[in-house]
């Protein structure tokens, strides 16, 4: 399974992006992770096949929305309010075992990985 993200960018404190990735065959869990330069990789937003759960990292919520497509192998990432803080590079996430209500706040819950994509907010 390879997952292909698109959609980071350079913009302003306040600007919106939207980021997107889409998978190459069926999996459950999917999510986003960012990483900043010397931090380790966090959680951002995870949601279920059937889009029925969805849980957000308590520093995007209210700003971030994640979504998923009626074919469930595409997830977006939806960012307003951008703030200098959101500058990281951002993977998406896949995982094989699971099913319809399955969700994933951490790393090792997830089978496959993106190559990224940055997200620069300036100030």
């Known amino acids: 399974v390879q997952l292909q993200a698109s959609g980071g960018g350079l913009v302003q404190t306040g600007d919106s992006l939207r980021l997107s990735c889409a998978a190459t065959?069926?999996?459950?869990?999917m999510g986003w992770f960012r990483q900043a330069p010397g931090r380790e990789r966090e959680f951002v937003a995870t949601?279920?096949?059937?889009?029925?759960?969805?849980r957000y990292a308590d520093s995007v919520n209210g700003r971030f929305t994640i979504s998923r497509d009626s074919g469930k192998n595409t997830v977006a990432l939806q960012m307003n309010s951008l703030k200098p803080e959101d500058t990281a590079r951002y993977y998406c996430?896949?995982?094989?075992?699971?099913?319809?209500?399955?969700?994933?706040?951490?790393?090792?819950?997830?089978?496959?990985w993106g190559q990224g994509t940055q997200v620069t907010v300036s100030s």
């Open positions: 996430a896949a995982a094989r075992v699971g099913d319809v209500h399955s969700i994933g706040i951490l790393a090792s819950q997830y089978d496959y």
């Open positions: 065959a069926d999996i459950w869990a």
């Open positions: 949601i279920s096949w059937r889009r029925d759960r969805i």
